[in-house]
């Protein structure tokens, strides 16, 4: 069974293989303020999990 799934992934990731590249090379690109935009969620979310830490700790 385990080699079945194996297989199925394989072709699925040669399958979609293409159309990653062809988004990758025609997709939107990011600008400096979209990244900054992803930022701010990202470090929120770290936030959280450090008081989460922080508050089993103490």
Excluded: C, N, T
Aim: proline share 5%; charged share 15%.
């Amino acid at each position: 069974m385990k080699i079945a799934w194996a297989v199925v992934l394989g072709i699925l990731a040669f399958r979609l293989w293409p159309v990653a590249k062809h988004w990758l090379e025609h997709g939107p690109k990011g600008s400096a303020e979209d990244w900054r935009g992803l930022l701010l969620p990202i470090a929120a979310v770290v936030g959280f999990v450090l008081l989460l830490i922080w508050m089993v700790r103490g």
